[in-house]
């Protein structure tokens, strides 16, 4: 089983950066990690590769200057190889720009039998991109997934909603989001670590994709942040002493606030 896994690679959230004054978006112009909420599609597609008997997971990425230190976190926790899209070019791409990349790449990458994405990143978080994706390989999508199996050329997923879960079936081959938290990422072993460093980077630019330039970054962007502004600081909570009565506050409390 082939399984291709979109993964993003954004900066450190302990230390994200600044943003560019002019075109109102984070830089990325240091060292970039891999996004936690694709993590967990990384080890779900080791998990069916390994429970299929044969087969690999390959990356698929964009990002600026060539970056691969994200990549190489997902490589050491033993995807094969991976296709990393770098282009100035892609600078200011919206989440459709994005996805037209990431749908070149995923063909490039050489035919999958499954496809699987985060819900949304970390630093974006417009839960778009995976549906996109599908639309324009023309394959079905499923979102939210928390459990996937393979059934010969059938997909079974249970599909996270706020009431429990979906099952949902549908062929292969099919773009699935993954829900975060639903598995447990390995760690890279030292290993892994080490092979990690001579596993292939197929690194390319959108005209290696045959994408047009007007088509994506600022040139293709169907949006444009107009205005960023400082989060406004919490206000400080209410504390309640418990004086063998506290709960008639805690109680009067949420009924102000018409909770009960």
Do not use: H
């Not at 596993?199 to 444009?224: C, F, H, N, R, Y």
């Amino acid at each position: 089983m082939n399984v291709v896994v979109c993964v993003k690679q954004i900066p450190d959230p302990a230390d994200p950066g600044a943003l560019d004054p002019n075109t109102k978006t984070l830089k990325r112009d240091g060292k970039l990690i891999l996004d936690e909420s694709d993590s967990y599609g990384v080890e779900m597609a080791l998990q069916l590769v390994d429970a299929a008997g044969s087969g690999e997971v390959t990356l698929v990425s964009m990002a600026p200057n060539g970056e691969v230190s994200g990549l190489r976190t997902a490589l050491a926790m033993g995807a094969a190889k991976a296709v990393l899209v770098s282009d100035d070019a892609l600078a200011g791409s919206d989440a459709l720009g994005t996805s037209k990349v990431l749908a070149k790449a995923i063909a490039r990458a050489g035919e999958a039998d499954l496809i699987l994405t985060a819900t949304e990143s970390s630093d974006g978080y417009t839960g778009t991109v995976p549906e996109q994706i599908a639309e324009l390989l023309q394959l079905p999508s499923v979102t939210f997934a928390k459990e996937i199996a393979v059934d010969g050329s059938t997909l079974k997923v249970q599909r996270q909603t706020e009431a429990g879960y979906d099952e949902v079936e549908c062929p292969l081959p099919a773009v699935v989001s993954v829900t975060a938290g639903v598995v447990e990422p390995r760690y890279p072993s030292f290993k892994g670590i080490m092979a990690a460093k001579s596993k292939p980077v197929d690194q390319v630019t959108i005209a290696d994709l045959g994408i047009d330039a007007a088509s994506v970054g600022w040139a293709g962007a169907g949006q444009e942040i107009v205005e960023i502004a400082q989060a406004e600081a919490r206000e400080a909570g209410t504390i309640i002493e418990d004086d063998g009565e506290a709960f008639a506050q805690v109680v009067k409390f949420l009924d102000d606030l018409k909770v009960v």
